[in-house]
T-cell receptor, first 107, second 118 residues
Framework: EDQVTQSPEALRLQEGESSSLNCSYT??????LFWYRQDPGKGPEFLFT???AGEEKEKERLKATLTKKESFLHITAPKPEDSATYLC????????FGTGTRLQVFP | NAGVTQTPKFQVLKTGQSMTLQCAQD?????MSWYRQDPGMGLRLIHY???????DQGEVPNGYNVSRSTTEDFPLRLLSAAPSQTSVYFC?????????????????FGAGSRLTVL
């Protein structure tokens, strides 16, 4: 059965304290892995797409990486405005979303 | 561009009532879909459409109907609301069918509709 698991469920960081969010997956044929950011009361907003193991994408303080079993979203020197829920999704034939990691960054 | 517009933003229903959640996109996207988001669970696909006149069921379709008479609009109908349908509903679109090409896999989401069924 295709599934995706995100960890941790919640993460509290001090401003400037770098960390990583994990997305582990089991799918029968990965056609893409996606990261979205969701702010409270809003819809998810697209961040990155990764297609093959070893691929990396960067945007400001965020860097996404992909292996054959998991993806990491690295956050370097986070700021309070990075506080949000980060969703991972995998695409075998239809998108399967994880439950997300709620990130809080304190000044 | 407005992107994906959902209405209403909030709605309270009584058990057994029916209603329609509206979704419109102005990006000429081919693919449209409805998700529900519940605490502790990932976004779950309810119904989707790959073009005008074509709809299909997702993971949790029971109790919901959809239609796609135009490219722009994809309403979600609750036939007889139940407390289990209390959730936040998101409409999302993409310019092409997911998986068809790399660029087609990015979903644009609406702001969501929060539904409470008493």
């Amino acid at each position: 059965e295709d599934q995706v698991t995100q960890s941790p469920e919640a993460l509290r960081l001090q401003e400037g304290e770098s960390s990583s969010l994990n997305c582990s997956y089991t799918v029968s044929g990965l056609r893409g892995l996606f990261w979205y950011r969701q702010d409270p009361g809003k819809g998810p907003e697209f961040l990155f797409t990764l297609y093959s193991a070893g691929e990396e994408k960067e945007k400001e303080r965020l860097k996404a990486t992909l292996t054959k079993k998991e993806s990491f979203l690295h956050i370097t020197a986070p700021k309070p405005e990075d506080s949000a829920t980060y969703l991972c999704a995998v695409l075998p034939d239809k998108l399967i979303f994880g439950t997300g990691t709620r990130l809080q960054v304190f000044p | 561009n407005a992107g994906v517009t959902q209405t209403p933003k909030f709605q309270v229903l009584k058990t057994g009532q029916s209603m329609t959640l509206q979704c419109a996109q102005d990006m000429n996207h081919e693919y449209m879909s409805w998700y529900r988001q519940d605490p502790g669970m990932g976004l779950r696909l309810i119904h989707y459409s790959v073009g005008a006149g074509i709809t299909d069921q997702g993971e949790v379709p029971n109790g919901y109907n959809v239609s796609r008479s135009t490219t722009e609009d994809f309403p979600l109908r609750l036939l007889s609301a139940a407390p289990s349908q209390t959730s936040v509903y998101f409409c999302a679109s993409s310019y092409s069918v997911l998986g068809r090409s790399s660029g087609a896999n990015v979903l644009t989401f609406g702001a969501g509709s929060r539904l409470t069924v008493l």
